[in-house]
């Protein structure tokens, strides 16, 4: 029983339909259970046209809501009554701490999984907040038999601020499929963008922890080296409009895009993909880039450096927009160093980060849970 608290685009969608699609139905009674996009947020589902077997908890999704939350805890509870599944399996923080919660008070006997697909210690709460979340999470830990993570920075992170021991944790790194890449030529036509001009892009929410301000002053800074220089905006969030007024100034050099089911074609247009976040996981973006054979330059947070080798598959750096730029502008002016990044980034996240991966370290880490599965188990009573 796999339980996420919504399906918006983003890499913990993507991780799911991945096993939704591959994980071997003879051995694995997978189903998947969420709750609704918010309005404004991009249904993954809806984007890529996928079909799966999906189940709909009501008051399951994003926003934090004691009326909702307890009405998603009981169809949750009721869900797993009538399901019993051997493994219920979490992701994202709401549906990690209804999830297990829920497992706890239905008395399902279920071994108890959850996915840290990164984590909200930096970026996210006010101090005060961010104590009740490391509390909350550590509760959470205890009544929990593996805590997965798309890293291992994000792994020790968790640790060091108390959450989980040691031996709970399983590194499980994400796993990507592309589509067809369009040739470069194609791309740029198909997006509007002129044939011969440097192209830089971001992929992902428009969010605050993800800094689209960073991303529109690192574009300011490269155009006054490269005025010839354009960006492209692949994504949608809250910041939209904020980012629209931003990069207003800019007129014809950054071109908003909203989602796209065809982010291949974004990542073959671009000579440069850019990441700007004060907080990550495991950025299925940097991964896609490379499996396109795109350059990245990227913020040096979370688990970011096991996806980008630094100086080999792409660039990276501190959180200050100039040295972004820096970097930007360094592979727009040396084509032939990007295309060697972009050569080696392919082969590199190709070989390591692939979808088969993700199911067979899945699945082998199902077949583990066999005896925590038996130790939750109810005793008989023993009549006397």
Known sequence: MEIIARMNVGGPAT????????????EFDHRLYTGHVDIGEEDHLRLKDMEARIHR????????????DCRALRGLVGAMRRFRPHIVH?????????GRTAAWLGGVGSARVHVFHGHLLHGYFSPAKLGLYVRAERLLASMSDRLVTVGTQVRDDLLKAGIGRPEQYVVIPPGVRLGRIPDRAAARAALGLPPDVPVVAYVGRLTGVKRPDRFVATAVAVLRRVPDCHFVVCGGGE???????????????????GWRKDVETVYAAADVVLLTSDNEGTPLTLIEAGMAATPVVSTRVG?????????????????????????????????????????????????????????????????????????HQPRERTRR
């Open 303 to 375: 688990s970011v450096a096991e996806i980008v080798q630094d100086g080999r598959t792409g660039l990276l750096a501190g959180t200050d927009a100039g040295e972004l730029a820096e970097h930007t502008v360094r592979l727009l002016s040396a084509p032939e160093l990007a295309t060697g990044m972009g050569e080696s980034a392919r082969r590199w996240t190709t070989a390591s980060f692939g979808v088969d991966r993700l199911v067979a370290d899945t699945e082998s880490l199902y077949r583990s849970l066999s005896g925590a599965y038996r130790h």
């Open 90 to 98: 979490t992701r994202t923080a709401k549906a990690g701490a209804l």
């Open 239 to 257: 910041l939209r409009e904020e980012m629209e007024r931003s990069v207003a100034p800019l007129r014809d050099s950054c071109h908003l895009l």
């Open 15 to 26: 991780q799911v339909m991945g096993l939704c699609e591959r994980l071997n139905a003879e």
């Open 57 to 68: 908890i009501q008051g399951l999704g994003r926003a934090v809501s004691p009326l909702d």
